[in-house]
C-alpha cells in the first residue's frame, strides 16, 4: 500500500523560506511517477504548487517559479518543498501526491498525503 | 483566477441526479480528474480519464467530457456526497491546474 506524509515546521517567519519533505512508503520514488506538491489555503481551493520526477525534472506553478524548489532524494525515497520569501499568503495546509498516468496519458493524483498546515507568522 | 471554471457552489435532493461541470480551454486537449474533499480530510480521486473509477468509488459515480467543457455526474446523490469536488486538467501550457471547487449540498 502506497503511503505519503509530510513534515516539517508549522510556522515560519515572513520573508523566511517554508521547507516540507514528503515520506513516501511502498513504492520506490524511482518508479515511473510524478510526485507533487498542492496547497489549500484557509477556506480556498486546491493549488497545484510543482513536480518532480525521480531524474529530477521538474515542473512549477508559473507565478511560485521563482521561490520554488522541488527535489527529490532517492536514498530517502522522499521529495521535498522549498518555497522562498514567504509571506501571509503563503499560509496553508500542504499537500504531497503521488501524479500517476495510464497508457492513454490520462494523469491522476491518486495517492494523498493527510497534509500539513504551515502557518507564516511573526 | 483558475484557468478551469466550476459553479462555486450546487445542489441536489437526495436520490436525484447531479452534474458538477469543469470549464478551460485546455480541456480541448487534457483529460480531466476529479477529487472529493470532505472537511478535514485529504482529497480523494473518483475518477480519470475516459470515465475511470479507482477501486472503492461507487458506480453512481461518472465522468464525461465535450470540447472545453467536464462533467462529474453523480446518478442518485446520497448524503455522504455531500463535499467540495475540484476538477483536474491542464492548462494551455501544459502545466497542471485545479478547477476552482464546487460546493456539493444534498438535501
Known amino acids: 500500500q502506497v503511503q505519503l506524509q509530510e513534515s516539517g515546521p508549522g510556522l515560519v517567519k515572513p520573508s523566511g523560506t517554508l521547507s516540507l519533505t514528503c515520506d513516501v512508503s511502498g513504492v520506490s520514488i524511482s518508479s515511473p511517477n510524478w510526485w507533487t506538491w498542492v496547497r489549500q489555503a484557509p477556506g480556498k481551493g486546491l493549488e497545484w504548487i510543482g513536480e518532480v520526477h525521480h531524474t529530477e525534472i521538474t515542473n512549477y506553478k508559473a507565478s511560485l517559479k521563482s521561490r520554488v524548489t522541488i527535489s527529490v532524494d532517492k536514498s530517502k525515497n522522499q521529495f521535498s518543498l522549498s518555497l522562498t520569501s514567504v509571506t501571509a499568503a503563503d499560509t496553508a495546509l500542504y499537500f504531497c501526491?503521488?501524479?500517476?498516468?495510464?497508457?492513454?496519458?490520462?494523469?491522476?493524483?491518486?495517492?494523498w498525503g493527510p497534509g500539513t498546515l504551515v502557518a507564516v507568522s511573526s | 483566477s483558475s484557468e478551469l471554471t466550476q459553479d462555486p457552489t450546487v445542489s441536489v435532493s437526495l436520490g436525484q441526479t447531479v452534474r458538477i461541470t469543469c470549464q478551460g480551454a485546455?480541456?480541448?486537449?487534457?483529460?480531466a480528474s476529479w477529487y472529493q474533499q470532505k472537511p478535514r480530510q485529504a482529497p480523494l480521486l473518483v475518477i480519470y480519464g475516459r470515465n475511470i473509477r479507482p477501486s472503492g468509488i461507487p458506480d453512481r459515480f461518472s465522468g464525461s467530457r465535450s470540447g472545453d467543457t467536464a462533467s462529474l455526474t453523480i446518478t442518485g446523490a446520497q448524503a455522504e456526497d455531500e463535499a467540495d469536488y475540484y476538477c483536474?486538467?491542464?492548462?494551455?501550457?501544459?502545466?497542471?491546474?485545479f478547477g476552482g471547487g464546487t460546493k456539493l449540498t444534498v438535501l
Open positions: 483536474c486538467s491542464r492548462d494551455t501550457a501544459g502545466f497542471q491546474v
Open positions: 485546455g480541456l480541448r486537449t487534457y483529460s
Open positions: 501526491a503521488r501524479d500517476s498516468v495510464t497508457e492513454a496519458g490520462w494523469w491522476y493524483f491518486d495517492v
